[in-house]
């Protein structure tokens, strides 16, 4: 009998030993390795995994960098195991990027968070330069840099915390929001949840764009130059002209919301017309003091709101939006306080059709990109090809179809994504963002409704929403509501099952005080002023409560 107690009773703790010892390796297992030990890792290039400050906030974090062959720079920001909220976010990138962003303010709110360089380093290759005659590079700033960066940072997730992820989220704006399209249509189990901000979906014609609105405005020495030389000494020192137009749009169609706030809150409904318009503003003669329009001038005003078509009448890209118009000169309207040379023209259209846009690259860039009588040397081992060289009619020729293959989000269908895989989509754009017209991705979102959900609006909006801001420029900025939290929409969104109806966004005066808060509402939909009678011209009512989505 006492043996069988014996016995008994060893079993017992042989039993307890086995479970006490599964227990210990589970939570071995679970709290994963050391930050350091991740750069031992043998399955993943690793350069550099370390504690570190976040400046956001103060705290610690795990930071590792590496690299995916041959040339794509990734880093990881991963929130210490106790502050990890289990979530996983792909952070977008801008531009033709080349470097590395951080989300400092994600990390503090416990996302890991990784992003990559897209397989150049700016430093050495600035703008599109790193693409010249190099195909994987344009592979790996096309599509395959942000996927890979997810497949690693996934795996570093799994080995810092033990854990795969609860969800996964992707968040971006411009280039990043090409790179969300991206994700979407080419590798949909990436993400449960992808915010696009003003996509460069349509990265080649929105290119084409930028180089044809720059040659209209460059076009026969400035002749159509919507600045002024008031001086008469060959400097253009004045943008009074835009101010004319914008107070012209304003006039016709600023009060179309029920509220004169300054803001063209529904811009394709906007029925300005130039030519009628302006007509009690014209100039007598063809010189402009900067209170009226030559006919030249006139001209550049229909080019930018009409957009570009080739010689046949096919539309490459939509024209800038009625309310736009003091954003113009930064991007494309060259004088003396951007030293002529306006940022589309210095920064992401003058070397574009060089190096990204042909199957064979023309050439290097010119010497000056401003410089607009520089006549290219097309000869030699690396011959020029200048920007205001460039033919529309090149778009639609078939010489620009690998590129576009390459580079383009053009693909409406997102049965994959929103359908199959239950992903959900979150879209917003600034109706004044002049750098990348909103009408494209209206139209994208209407063919993706066709497309995917045989027209259906409601049953789209179960899966994918767009979100117009009015006065809002390129992902931040201008006049009109332009703040809110991104990503917190979604969140509720992807876990909760709460579809954003609206979501309330703020406009700061230099004070840093709200001075104007208002629903974006849900395409197609609009905020109308629903609050106290004859009061919506004070700016005291423009509070979300006093607006209705309708």
Known sequence: MKSLVHIGILGLLLFLAVGSSGTLAQESRNSGMSCEALADLRSLTITRAGIIENSFDGSSYCYVRGIISPAIHFHAQLPLPENWNGRFLQWGDGGKDGDLDYANHRVAEGYAVTNSNMGHDNGVEPGASFAFNNRQAEIDFGYRAVHLTVVAGKRLVREYYGDRPQYSYFEGCSQGGRQAFISAQRYPADFDGIIAGAPAFNYQGLNAAGTWNLQRVFRDDLVGNLAVDTEGDGSYDSLSLIDVLH??????????????????????????????????????????????????????????????????????????????????????????????????????????????????????????????????????????????????????????????????????????YLVDAGGKLLIYHGLIDTLIVATDTINYYNDMVDATFNGSMTKAQDSARLYLAPGMGHCAGGPGPNSWDKLAPLVD???????????????????????????????PEQARYVGPAGGAENSDNWRAENFECR
């Open 493 to 523: 969104w992807v876990e909760n099952g709460v579809a954003p109806e609206s979501i309330v966004a703020t406009h700061r005066n230099d004070a840093d005080q709200v001075d104007n808060e208002r629903p974006l509402c849900t395409y």
């Open 247 to 416: 107070n012209k749009v304003l006039e016709k169609c600023d009060a179309n919301d029920g509220v004169l706030d300054g803001l063209v809150s529904d811009p394709l409904s906007c029925g300005f017309n130039p030519n009628v318009d302006l007509a009690d503003v014209m100039c007598p003669t063809d010189s402009s003091d900067g209170s009226c329009f030559t006919q030249a001038q006139l001209q550049t005003v229909n080019d930018l709101y009409n957009g570009p078509r080739d010689d046949a009448g096919r539309q490459v890209y939509p024209g800038k939006m009625f309310g736009s118009e003091p954003h113009w000169p930064r991007y494309y309207i060259p004088w003396v306080e951007n030293n002529m040379g306006p940022s589309k023209l210095t920064g992401v259209a003058g070397d574009h059709m060089n190096y990204l846009f042909y199957e064979k690259d023309p050439g290097i860039t010119v010497p000056d990109v401003r410089d607009i009588n520089y006549q290219a040397k097309t000869d030699g081992v690396f011959p020029e090809f200048h920007w205001v060289d460039w033919d529309i009619n090149d778009f639609f020729s078939g010489k620009g179809d690998l590129m576009k293959s390459i580079t383009d989000a053009n693909d409406p269908d997102l049965t994959r």
